[in-house]
């Protein structure tokens, strides 16, 4: 090889090629997506007076989203459904449809995932768990989940001496629990992990987009 | 004790001609890399043996999850990602600066201008480095994979990396002599293409956040590229160059070359997609991921042929030369990761392994198995020309390779054998997620075991490097190389 402009010219179009090709083509079909309400009219636009979808997150969940980054959750869940047919994940009531492109159009920060140690979070926050449960589950996953191999988040929490009446946000441990606080302790989320759980019961897919309709 | 034989005379190595006026040249070339060279691979050594400590937290942490589990500081994600920024950023960016441009000064046959624009750029880098994996423990992390560190650390990063790029460049354009070697092409490739990646992934995923899961399909745009077309080009470089130096023989087939280097430049930039098969978004990217990721397999076979024809025969000297038998190890593992890799990109297999430990080990088996075991090799011949000593002792060369080999084997098993499992019953909704969670842990047991192996790996190539940097081997110049041959035979070796 001696043919130095040649050389310098491969190396350049052959990743100017897949630049073009994978980002910049996929910018311009994906990156104008608007949200839109759950059917659309003949003509492709949206129902006068209907709720826009995707929803944008409340405050607080903003903020449990932060949590969600630093604590680094995504490393062992992800945030996408894959189709029914392909994987089990609408089986396994990870989400009522496929996850799609304009589910994520809200989001600085698309946390896609590609581990599941831990089961998909898509729609947790559409699954009978309530606030209650997300929080011993964060406290130590051993209470909700025996086996788990999710690690504790209990420095999220503080344990304190119950002053006067119980806290109203004290966790609720069952009966018996090994692993509530000494009697006349107890134990309240700090506001990041209220932060956290927020976020959780945020995470949805319980509405249709004209591209990906829940089937009934 | 002979030598590899003298084939071809051609050959500049030091063990294969006697040409004074070669070895003049090279040497100089030696003297006048040799303090950045040095500087780089004492850097990338530090990662490994930082990087592998938060390994073994990982590891350890997978079964037992409450390990460490009192901080913040110490989250699962958290040390994961400090250990593969530690890892490829550390160890392996610090390894391509030391063996990579060693190998571009000696292929350019001139000694190196502004050396210490290179040194000033290398310790920016591990600063840098250094600032963004403590912000990853301290929780800025990004929780983007692959580009964890957080913004304060990243213009410093792109900035001392683009001054060793054009170090790169010109080293290229200051050369002497017509011909430039497959080497230099993958050198050069690799130094253009991984500023490039770098700073569009940082400016359309953390700067000025594309919309949506365009972030994701950029995201794995670079992050698999990173395997393909900088950690890639940089092994198959020093492949390329030690196996005909060691062995005293040209590489096999030049065209073989020509063809494996231009299939990769073109197929390996588009596969990255395939890391999102099943995901949000539109369904020809992915199938373009696809159709990538199988083309990858002539180049893989291009290469492997052309590594394994320029070796034949000669087996014995691979299994003797220290550097050769890194180098090997990695290159056999660089066919069978790549096959591996490109029917993983199939959607019937991807259903299965996409989520699981199969990926996980998938990575271990391109970065650790591939790459780093020729960096290894690549270290083992870079270091008697840098300080025109020996190695001190060919045990712990030994202990080195076993440790490295049994090691990332027992991984790689453990991981795909559990990673399979995982796939399958995870697309099994009758099988209780926790059950299948519980199935892993024997598994997950089994690569902490693993990582000891490592350990004791790395532990023992450090104590080598620094006895050899201490001046301990001045004594073995004068008895030859050292070799890995039972003594019986060789004499001392």
Request: hydrophobic letters at 50%.
């Given at each position: 090889m001696k043919n130095l402009p040649l050389l310098f010219c491969g190396i350049f179009f052959a990743l100017a090629f897949s630049f073009t090709g994978l980002i910049l083509s996929s910018n311009i079909q994906l990156g104008s997506l608007t949200q839109t309400t759950e059917m659309q009219d003949e003509n492709g636009n949206n129902m006068e007076g209907e709720t826009l979808y995707p929803l944008t997150a409340p405050g607080l969940a903003q903020q449990g989203k932060q949590v969600y980054i630093e604590m680094g959750c995504i490393y062992c869940h992800t945030q996408q459904v894959r189709r029914a047919g392909f994987g089990a994940d609408v089986e396994r009531n990870w989400g009522p449809r496929a996850s799609v492109a304009r589910d994520y159009i809200l989001q600085d920060r698309v946390l896609l995932g590609t581990m599941r140690t831990g089961p998909d979070l898509m729609h947790v926050g559409g699954r009978p768990l309530n606030k209650d449960w997300h929080h011993l589950h964060l406290y130590n996953p051993q209470i909700t989940s025996p086996g788990s191999t999710m690690a504790p988040f209990a420095f999220l929490y503080e344990t304190r001496e119950i002053d006067g009446a119980p806290s109203a946000n004290a966790l609720k441990f069952p009966p018996n629990s090994e692993y509530s606080p000494e009697a006349g302790y107890e134990v309240v989320p700090t506001r990041r992990a209220d932060a956290l759980v927020e976020y959780m019961l945020s995470l949805k897919l319980d509405y249709s987009l004209p591209e990906a309709p829940i089937a009934e | 004790m002979s030598e590899a034989p003298q084939i071809n005379s051609q050959s500049a190595s030091p063990y294969s001609s006697n040409d004074a006026e070669v070895r003049a040249e090279l040497s100089e070339i030696d003297a006048s890399i040799r303090t950045s060279a040095l500087f780089f691979t004492v850097s990338a050594i530090f990662w490994l043996l930082a990087g592998t400590v938060f390994a073994l937290i990982t590891a350890y942490k997978a079964h037992e999850p409450s390990f460490m589990g009192d901080s913040a500081l110490s989250t699962f994600g958290r040390m994961r990602s400090a250990h593969l920024n530690a890892m490829a950023l550390g160890w392996g960016n610090n390894i391509i600066f030391a063996v990579g441009l060693w190998i571009m000064a000696r292929l350019c046959r001139s000694p190196i201008r502004h050396g210490g624009l290179l040194l000033i750029a290398g310790i920016f880098w591990n600063i840098g480095l250094t600032v963004g994996i403590v912000g990853i423990i301290m929780?800025?992390?990004?929780?983007v994979e692959w580009l964890e560190i957080p913004h304060y650390a990243t213009p410093l990063l792109a900035l001392s990396y683009a001054l060793i790029g054009v170090w790169g460049v010109m080293a290229f354009k200051f050369r002497k002599g017509e011909h430039v070697y497959v080497s230099q092409w993958y050198i050069l490739a690799g130094l253009f293409w991984f500023p490039w990646l770098y700073i569009v992934a940082q400016i359309m995923i953390i700067w000025f956040p594309a919309r949506g899961v365009v972030q994701s399909v950029t995201n794995w745009w670079f992050a698999h590229n990173v395997l393909g077309l900088w950690l890639t080009p940089m092994a198959l470089a020093t492949a390329y160059y030690l196996i005909p130096k060691v062995l005293g023989r040209p590489i096999y087939s030049y065209y073989l070359s020509v063809l494996g280097f231009w299939a990769l430049a073109i197929f390996y930039n588009w596969a990255g997609v395939h890391h999102l098969i099943g995901g949000p978004i539109p369904v020809w990217l992915i199938s373009a991921g696809i159709v990538a990721s199988i083309m990858m397999v002539i180049p893989v076979i291009v290469v492997g042929l052309n590594h394994h024809m320029s070796v034949v025969g000669l087996h014995k000297e691979v299994w003797r030369s220290p550097t050769l038998r890194f180098v090997v190890f990695g290159a056999i593992s660089y066919t069978l990761v790549s096959l591996i890799g490109s029917s993983m990109a199939v959607r019937s297999v991807n259903e299965i392994t996409h989520f699981t430990h199969f990926t996980v080990g998938h990575a271990h088996h391109g970065v650790y198995a591939f790459f780093s075991m020729i960096m290894f090799g690549g270290v083992y011949y870079m270091m008697p020309r840098l300080l025109k000593r020996e190695w001190p002792s060919a045990g712990l060369i030994k202990l080195h390779f076993w440790g490295s080999a049994i090691g990332i084997s027992v991984m790689l098993f453990a991981l795909h054998v559990i990673g399979w499992i995982q796939g399958v019953q995870m697309n099994d909704?009758?099988?209780p997620f926790l059950e299948i969670v519980q199935n892993t842990i024997p598994w997950l047991k089994a690569r902490t075991i693993s990582g000891v192996f490592l350990t004791v790996a790395h532990i023992a190539f450090a104590v080598n490097f620094f006895w050899m940097l201490f001046a301990?081997?001045?004594?073995r110049a004068k008895q030859g190389p050292t070799l890995l041959d039972s003594a019986k035979e060789e004499g001392v070796a």
């Amino acid at each position: 090889m001696k043919n130095l402009p040649l050389l310098f010219c491969g190396i350049f179009f052959a990743l100017a090629f897949s630049f073009t090709g994978l980002i910049l083509s996929s910018n311009i079909q994906l990156g104008s997506l608007t949200q839109t309400t759950e059917m659309q009219d003949e003509n492709g636009n949206n129902m006068e007076g209907e709720t826009l979808y995707p929803l944008t997150a409340p405050g607080l969940a903003q903020q449990g989203k932060q949590v969600y980054i630093e604590m680094g959750c995504i490393y062992c869940h992800t945030q996408q459904v894959r189709r029914a047919g392909f994987g089990a994940d609408v089986e396994r009531n990870w989400g009522p449809r496929a996850s799609v492109a304009r589910d994520y159009i809200l989001q600085d920060r698309v946390l896609l995932g590609t581990m599941r140690t831990g089961p998909d979070l898509m729609h947790v926050g559409g699954r009978p768990l309530n606030k209650d449960w997300h929080h011993l589950h964060l406290y130590n996953p051993q209470i909700t989940s025996p086996g788990s191999t999710m690690a504790p988040f209990a420095f999220l929490y503080e344990t304190r001496e119950i002053d006067g009446a119980p806290s109203a946000n004290a966790l609720k441990f069952p009966p018996n629990s090994e692993y509530s606080p000494e009697a006349g302790y107890e134990v309240v989320p700090t506001r990041r992990a209220d932060a956290l759980v927020e976020y959780m019961l945020s995470l949805k897919l319980d509405y249709s987009l004209p591209e990906a309709p829940i089937a009934e | 004790m002979s030598e590899a034989p003298q084939i071809n005379s051609q050959s500049a190595s030091p063990y294969s001609s006697n040409d004074a006026e070669v070895r003049a040249e090279l040497s100089e070339i030696d003297a006048s890399i040799r303090t950045s060279a040095l500087f780089f691979t004492v850097s990338a050594i530090f990662w490994l043996l930082a990087g592998t400590v938060f390994a073994l937290i990982t590891a350890y942490k997978a079964h037992e999850p409450s390990f460490m589990g009192d901080s913040a500081l110490s989250t699962f994600g958290r040390m994961r990602s400090a250990h593969l920024n530690a890892m490829a950023l550390g160890w392996g960016n610090n390894i391509i600066f030391a063996v990579g441009l060693w190998i571009m000064a000696r292929l350019c046959r001139s000694p190196i201008r502004h050396g210490g624009l290179l040194l000033i750029a290398g310790i920016f880098w591990n600063i840098g480095l250094t600032v963004g994996i403590v912000g990853i423990i301290m929780g800025d992390i990004t929780s983007v994979e692959w580009l964890e560190i957080p913004h304060y650390a990243t213009p410093l990063l792109a900035l001392s990396y683009a001054l060793i790029g054009v170090w790169g460049v010109m080293a290229f354009k200051f050369r002497k002599g017509e011909h430039v070697y497959v080497s230099q092409w993958y050198i050069l490739a690799g130094l253009f293409w991984f500023p490039w990646l770098y700073i569009v992934a940082q400016i359309m995923i953390i700067w000025f956040p594309a919309r949506g899961v365009v972030q994701s399909v950029t995201n794995w745009w670079f992050a698999h590229n990173v395997l393909g077309l900088w950690l890639t080009p940089m092994a198959l470089a020093t492949a390329y160059y030690l196996i005909p130096k060691v062995l005293g023989r040209p590489i096999y087939s030049y065209y073989l070359s020509v063809l494996g280097f231009w299939a990769l430049a073109i197929f390996y930039n588009w596969a990255g997609v395939h890391h999102l098969i099943g995901g949000p978004i539109p369904v020809w990217l992915i199938s373009a991921g696809i159709v990538a990721s199988i083309m990858m397999v002539i180049p893989v076979i291009v290469v492997g042929l052309n590594h394994h024809m320029s070796v034949v025969g000669l087996h014995k000297e691979v299994w003797r030369s220290p550097t050769l038998r890194f180098v090997v190890f990695g290159a056999i593992s660089y066919t069978l990761v790549s096959l591996i890799g490109s029917s993983m990109a199939v959607r019937s297999v991807n259903e299965i392994t996409h989520f699981t430990h199969f990926t996980v080990g998938h990575a271990h088996h391109g970065v650790y198995a591939f790459f780093s075991m020729i960096m290894f090799g690549g270290v083992y011949y870079m270091m008697p020309r840098l300080l025109k000593r020996e190695w001190p002792s060919a045990g712990l060369i030994k202990l080195h390779f076993w440790g490295s080999a049994i090691g990332i084997s027992v991984m790689l098993f453990a991981l795909h054998v559990i990673g399979w499992i995982q796939g399958v019953q995870m697309n099994d909704a009758t099988i209780p997620f926790l059950e299948i969670v519980q199935n892993t842990i024997p598994w997950l047991k089994a690569r902490t075991i693993s990582g000891v192996f490592l350990t004791v790996a790395h532990i023992a190539f450090a104590v080598n490097f620094f006895w050899m940097l201490f001046a301990a081997g001045a004594v073995r110049a004068k008895q030859g190389p050292t070799l890995l041959d039972s003594a019986k035979e060789e004499g001392v070796a």
